[in-house]
């Protein structure tokens, strides 16, 4: 637990870096929490003439049918933090199970485990996940099962290449001595050595999660209805945003989803950089 | 060793290579909605054409004879007519793309990871320094930027405002050239703005992975002991390079599979010709044989990129062979 | 050897870069000084064959290469083409063409009946024709005969109003020296395709442009221009940014998004036109086989609950009008039924038709239910990635719900929307189609209303995918097609919308007109009327100097967009006109487009000192 605690303090406090990712997380989480506050409007009612330049009454202009675009945007965050957290989230499970099963038992498990690994690492995953989003139909949480599937190999494959290392320590020898089964082992003995390194990858594909939803969002995947800030800027090339000089429109979204993406890679970089052994040394 | 290890992995990809083979019938033919009908939709056709296109296409075919054909057609390498752009053939259609593809691909393929590796390169050498923390922040912001996103951005700033660079295509529309170099010039400057968007966009992980592993080898004994035998700092660099080098290297060869299927956004932004659009396009319209033939290539290139990236790993370090994969 | 050492590389890599690209030659110098009008156009080439081709695109090329035997203007008048005149008999059985005595093939070999002859009959009567009819003429058609070298006659089996139309526009004469060599199937013509067009082929790169140059043997007199490079795109935003910066001077195949006509209007150069006869239908279809859209009062309070006026004002900013409700527009002319409007939305009177049904909410949760207790909860299913359909499906929605409806908005692929509605499994359905005046009417209602496109759900269904069956209907569409007689035909259409209309099989929403944009600063001669890329106005244009212009004959009344709609919209209860800066063309003083805003100026201000920040930190000795 203080050992916990005193990472804890490491990452968020001493490293620089993930401070500032920490901080730029938390600052789009509270934007999400009081979205109803800060957002001037209901972001899906018509409050002004379509395709308004920015003014005091609307910070960012309206959007193609009059909607509030800054409200849209505030939104956005939720959508955004919601996809960078669970989508990660769900392969990481299934990653993590697959990983650890295979790694220790090894033998056929192994086999097929890491013969699906390399059959999705083997897929063209772009025009894939545009196939699977065409035919799921357009909706967040199906954005996110496909994120899911083709996000599991990786955990999988990091997983289970710790495992096999991890399964020779003497403790594990020792827990087996004592005559402690194959699932106890696993789930007691090894999944706690294993998790701190999930959670830094977890934290380090939330950035991929929300570029590949927001991406999906442009292409005209994503869901229609839901105001994400891929769905704003889709909306903002759709109406000739930057034919018109509406720039705001286009730029905000896009800087947003890339200052999410970089506070979750800082942060991300901070946890390997502690829980990773490997890395230890890397900065002084 | 290394023969025993290379058979396994041999054996593996085949198995992968069949089960690909399988996915790419069904996954497409399990999107609802029949091309014919899609194609009817979109081009305003009479109704009866969509019955002649279907027997047109042998869609109205049992399934298992639309998969013996499917199989013929990939290993005769007759694959036939596309479907959106009958009667054009799908290896017309791909080889004239293909050249385009590669070239902006190809392009980028060296100026990402030359760029991303030597900003890397850099930073590690200068670890710590605010050099070193200027490289790496900046490489994890341009890590975050959704890469459409400064393409659109760069369309209209360089392409419209400024004028600098053609917002889209590979070549001029309608220019005739008096002499090859022109020709050469045109497409090069067609070329500056999607490479220059990919570029930046794209470098970063070289530029992370790089300079951890710099880090590393610098922090390695060997380097204490050479640098305290006084050697210069050529020498040294040298040393580093060669074994820092080695991770960024295998990215390369596992992202060298992915570059046909990376092309579909670039592509499309950029009303660049090449297959990526093509892609996309089939995805659309459930073109099968373009999409078939597509998949089947990128596959087996995602493929022979991996073995690539394993051999490299295993002819270059052999502690991999047991750790990595077993 | 270790040359990138230090500070050198950023400065080294910089020069390189700015060297090049000031090198790099623009494409002005390029093209080389003669008429060469530049079309843009969103779409690829399938092929040069007429038969097989399925692009609209593709279609405006063959357009230029190759000429029908008759050409039908924008005002729905028959122009003889190719053809010198053309006569039907009084049994209305017999039509025959004349064709021109001195029109040739791009190779020199003169048009003859022979060709038409052998055409056709690749349709009708060739070992190809179950492939090729794709217009089911064999059932009208009894023969096609080439009576004398330049006489071709055509025998009908039965009386057929839209015969003229399919043999006299749409299908293209083909040169029977070249086409009786290839399989009319798998023909590709795309190297050196002959035709008979104001224009030959030259060149076709793909996926970039499709060159023609003039044909100076032109039965029609030589066209003025020497060149069309018609430029392909993957996007119209690219395709705007070129109209905008002057790269293309027209576009065809495309119309201008509503939201940019205030910054096309802002150049004086650029001129924004609604055409005349061609606009884009759009519905929401019933599920009428499904309980409660089988109900027609049912569907007519939908009817009532939609604000078409406000869509058109919301979604396409004012460029649009209402549809009537029979289906058949103002756009067809005489065609059109006058005494068929919309029924304007009327909450109140769509509540009473749903508390009459006995259609009320009894748990009080804001949404109806049926007697049987089911609730009136339904989607609208809408293709993906087409913001104009959900836009529009969301107002729809949002109004169905304030008189008890609850409307979830579907939006899936164009695949899975056309096998759901073809297969009954929706509810409501929204699309949309484009319609033109110079296409023949019975190809907007026969196929759509015809109980025999209307099987059994789960089984796939053409265009009347609503599953209306209805008797008299049928009858109906039969008897047009059978009624030569233009008056007589007129009734009959006529009648066929007012049962739509009062039946409702779906609802139509608005007509999107189609608004396209070209450039003055190159040619006149543009005709605004038949559409600025149409082949008389193409014919038209010369470059822009000493010369005359000749203007065409017919002149129908256009609609060129010289100043902003002006729309009023409820927002917020309250009415407000919605301000858009007005700017007249030609009387522009502000900043022609291309000059750079204050904003973009700072953005690269800010870009630039934050590169000079990096190089600098980037030089410093560690």
Sequence with gaps: MVSILRDLRYILIENR??????????FFTLIAIFADIIAPYNPYELVGPPYTPPNERFILGTNDIGQDIFSEFIYGSRISLYVGFTAPILSSIIGTILGIIAGYLGGYIDELVVGAVDVMLALPSLPLIIILAAYLGPSLNNIILVLAIFGWPGFARMVRSQVLSLRERAYVEAARATGAGSFRIMFRHILPHVVPLVIANIVLSATSAILTEAGLSFLGLGDPIAKSWGQILRRAQVGHALHQGLWLWVFTPGLAIALLGTGFTLLGVAIEEKVNPRLKHSRR | MLRYFLLSRAIRMLAVFFIIIILNFILPRAMPGNPASILANEYNLPPETVKILVSLWKLDRPLHEQFVAYIESLFTGQWGYSYKYYPRTVYELVMERLPWTLLLQGVTSITVPAFGMLMGILAGW???????????????IVYAIPYYWLALMFQYVFGYQLRIFPIAHAL??????????????????????????????????????????????????????????????????????????????????????????????????????????????????????????????????????????????????????????? | MLWFRGRHIPIAIFIVILVLSLTLPYSDILVAQEAVLKIGMPDEIDSFNPFTSLFAAAGYVWGTLYDTLIYISANGTYIPWLAESYSIDERNLIITFKLRPNAYWHDGTPITAEDVEFTFNLVLASNYSDKLDKWGLRKYIEYVKAVDAKTVEFKLKEPYAPALFYIGAIIYPLPKHIWSKVDPLTFKNLENPVGSGPFKFAKYTSGVSIELVVNDKYYRGRPKIDKIVVVLYKSTD??????????????????????????????????????????????????????????????????????????????????????????IQPLFGGWYNPSVTYRKQNLTKAKEILDKLGFVDRDGDGIRETPNGTKLSFSILTISGRAEFERSAELIAGWLSKVGIEAKIEAQSLGTVDEREGRGNFDIGFMGMGMSRTTEIDYYIYERFHSLQAPPIGEYAGRNWFRYRNPEMDQLLEQQRRTLDPEKRREIVWKIQEIVARDLPALTLYMKTSLVAYRTDKYVGWIESEGPTSKLSVLSLSLKGPQVVTVVTQ??????ITQIREVTQVV???????????????????????????????????????????????????
């Design chain 3, 238 to 327: 690219a395709l705007m940014l070129d109209l905008m910066a002057g790269n293309i001077d027209a576009m065809t195949a495309v119309t201008v998004a509503p939201e940019l006509v205030p910054t096309l209007l802002r150049d004086p150069n650029i001129r924004v036109v609604e055409l005349t006869h061609s606009a884009s239908l759009r519905w929401i279809g019933f599920n009428l086989d499904k309980y409660p859209f089988s109900i027609r009062e049912f569907r007519e309070a939908i009817a009532y609950t939609v604000d078409k006026q406000a869509i058109v004002n919301t979604v396409l900013l004012g460029y649009g009008y209402p549809a009537a409700d029979g289906w």
């Design chain 1, 17 to 26: 870096m993930g401070l500032i990712g920490f901080a730029i997380i938390m």
């Design chain 3, 555 to 560: 002149i129908i009344q256009t609609v060129p």
């Design chain 2, 126 to 140: 200068r670890r710590g320094t605010k050099y070193d923390v200027a490289v790496t922040i900046s490489a994890i």
């Design chain 3, 572 to 622: 917020g209860g309250t009415t407000m006109i919605m301000t858009q800066t007005q700017i007249v063309t030609g009387t522009v003083t502000t900043a022609p487009p291309g000059g750079i805003p204050t904003e973009t100026v700072v953005a690269i201000v800010v870009l630039i000192v934050v590169l000079v920040a990096v190089a600098f930190l980037a030089m410093r000795r560690r």
């Design chain 2, 172 to 326: 001029t529309p309608g220019a005739s050239y008096s002499n090859f170099l022109e020709y050469v010039a045109d497409v090069l400057w067609h070329l500056t703005l999607p490479v220059l968007v990919v570029t930046l966009t794209a470098y970063a992980s070289y530029t992370l992975v790089t300079r951890n592993s710099m880090v590393d080898i610098l922090e390695e004994d060997f380097m204490f002991v050479a640098r305290a035998k006084g050697l210069p700092e050529r020498t040294l660099m040298k040393h580093a390079l060669r074994n820092a080098l080695l991770p960024p290297l295998t990215m390369l060869a596992i992202r060298l599979g992915h570059i046909v299927g990376g092309a579909v956004i670039t592509e499309t932004v950029f009303s660049y010709p090449g297959v990526g659009y093509l892609i996309y396009e089939s995805i659309m319209f459930k073109d099968y044989p373009v999409l078939n033939a597509a998949f089947f290539m990128l596959s087996i290139t995602v493929i022979v990129a991996n073995f690539a990236a394993d051999l490299l790993y295993a002819v270059v370090d052999p502690r991999i062979r047991y750790v990595r994969r077993g």
